[in-house]
C-alpha cells in the first residue's frame, strides 16, 4: 500500500475538520460531484516529485455505486496543525508511510483543498489533488494530483451517518422462495446493524454429507475485517442501514468459515496497480440460491472474487456443489430422522431418488430418498 495511503487515504478524511473531530467520511470533489473510492492498496512518489495516485477511483451517483460501497468510507484521525491520519480498506496510513500526513485547507464550509509537499528537482513543490475527467487502461475515472491549483481542487468532506450520506448494504441475492434478501460483506470498519430486522451471521459449521452451511447470528458488534453473512430487511441500500463503529471495537465471534476479498482491480499488470484474487472452484463457493430458490453458497464460475465480498472455504475432495444455508435450529431439524445406509445396500431392492425428485440408479455420497425415507449415503 505504501506511499500510496498517504494520499489515498488521505482523500478521504478532510471531513472531519469541519466538525473538529474524528470519525467516518466520504470524500466528494465538488464540480464532477464523484466520490473517491479505493480499489488498490499500491501507488508511488518518484524522486521527480511525481505522484502515481491510479489506485483512486472515482464514483457516482450516490445510490447506484456508493451508498453500499465499503471502499469509499475511510476514517479520519486529526493530528493537529491542519493534519490528519487515515484509516481504511484495512490500512492506516501514518504506519505505512514513515508517520507521513496529509495537509487540508478550509476554503468555506465543508469545502476543503487537499494537498502535499513533494521535492522537485531538490526544490520542494506543492501538488493539490484534483477530479480530471479522463480514463486509462480501460479502468474508471481516477484521482490525481495536479501540478497546480486549477484541476477541481475543491472537495465536500461528509461523515457517514443515518441519514443522507448513510452506509448501506445491496443485496446480492434474492432467495425466491420466500423473497428474502442477502449479501456477503467485507469491510475495514467495525459495525452493527442499524435496524433489528437486519441479521448479521457468521459460517459457524460445514456439513458436506448432508450439504449444509449451518449460520449462527452475530448479536455482538461486527470487528473491522470479519467476512459476514446478511440477510437484509429490503432490496435497497437505504432499507439495510449500518452503523459504524469505533475502529478499535473489538468482540469475538466464534468460528467463522467464511472469507474475504477487499479488491478486484482487474487492469494490465503493466500498470502496477493490478489487484486481483482468483476463484478456486475446488475450495469457494460463492453466495447464490439452490434449485428450490433458498439462499446457498454454490460453485461459481467467476474468474476473480469480487471486491468486499465473501467466500465460503469448502474441502476440495468432500465439499458438494451446493451448500444450502441454515440456521442451527433448522439443520437440527433437518438431519433429524435421517437414516444412515451404505453404498454397498444400495441393490435393486430399493427405489432411490435425489432431492430433486429424479431417480437415481447408482448414487454416490449423499443425501437421498430411499424407499420413501431420506438416507444418507456414505
Known amino acids: ?130 477530479d480530471e475527467s479522463y480514463e486509462e487502461w480501460g479502468a474508471e475515472y481516477i484521482v490525481y494530483y495536479p501540478n497546480d491549483n486549477g ?27 420466500d423473497n428474502s434478501y442477502w449479501s456477503t460483506m467485507y469491510a475495514g470498519f467495525p459495525f452493527r446493524a442499524s435496524a433489528s430486522t437486519t441479521k448479521i451471521y457468521r459460517v459457524s459449521k460445514v456439513d458436506n454429507d448432508f450439504g449444509v452451511a449451518v449460520i449462527t447470528e452475530i448479536t455482538s458488534d461486527v470487528p473491522a475485517q470479519t467476512p459476514v453473512l446478511l440477510r437484509c430487511t429490503g432490496a435497497t441500500p437505504s432499507d439495510n442501514k449500518l452503523t459504524l463503529l469505533d475502529p478499535n ?31 478456486n472452484a475446488s475450495t469457494m463457493r460463492m453466495l447464490g440460491v439452490d434449485a428450490d430458490g433458498k439462499p446457498a453458497f ?17 474441502n476440495a475432495s468432500t465439499a458438494p456443489d451446493v451448500l444450502k444455508i441454515m440456521t442451527e435450529a433448522e439443520y437440527e431439524t433437518y438431519v433429524t430422522g435421517i437414516e444412515q445406509i451404505t453404498t454397498s445396500t444400495t441393490d435393486g431392492t430399493k427405489v432411490i431418488y435425489d432431492l430433486q425428485g429424479r431417480r437415481v440408479q447408482a448414487p454416490s455420497k449423499g443425501l437421498y430418498i430411499v424407499n420413501g425415507k431420506k438416507m444418507i449415503i456414505r
Open 151 to 177: 484541476a477541481n481542487p475543491n472537495w465536500h468532506v461528509w461523515p457517514v451517518d443515518q441519514s443522507e450520506h448513510y452506509f448501506g448494504v445491496k443485496p446480492e441475492i434474492t432467495a425466491t422462495a
Open 249 to 279: 471495537t473489538s468482540a469475538t465471534i466464534g468460528d467463522n468459515y467464511l472469507n474475504g476479498n477487499y479488491y478486484c482491480n482487474d487492469v494490465a499488470e503493466s500498470t502496477g496497480h493490478r489487484n486481483v484474487k482468483a476463484y
Open 1 to 130: 500500500m505504501k506511499k500510496i495511503l498517504l494520499y489515498l487515504l488521505a482523500l478521504a478524511p478532510m471531513a472531519a475538520f469541519a466538525q473538529l473531530t474524528s470519525g467516518y467520511y466520504r470524500v466528494q470533489n465538488i464540480k464532477t460531484e464523484r466520490y473517491i473510492s479505493i480499489v488498490d492498496t499500491r501507488a508511488s512518489i518518484s524522486g521527480t516529485g511525481k505522484i502515481d495516485l491510479r489506485a483512486i477511483h472515482m464514483l457516482k451517483p450516490f445510490e447506484d455505486s456508493v451508498a453500499y460501497n465499503p471502499a469509499t468510507i475511510c476514517y479520519v484521525k486529526l493530528e493537529g496543525n491542519n493534519q490528519c491520519d487515515l484509516i481504511g480498506q484495512g490500512l492506516v496510513m501514518s504506519s505505512q508511510i514513515g508517520g507521513r500526513l496529509l495537509n487540508y485547507l478550509e476554503i468555506s464550509n465543508n469545502v476543503y483543498q487537499f494537498f502535499g509537499k513533494v521535492s522537485t528537482s531538490g526544490a520542494s513543490a506543492t501538488k493539490y489533488l484534483g
Open 298 to 314: 454454490v460453485k461459481s464460475n467467476i474468474q476473480y472474487l469480487p471486491a468486499n465480498k465473501c467466500y465460503l472455504a469448502v
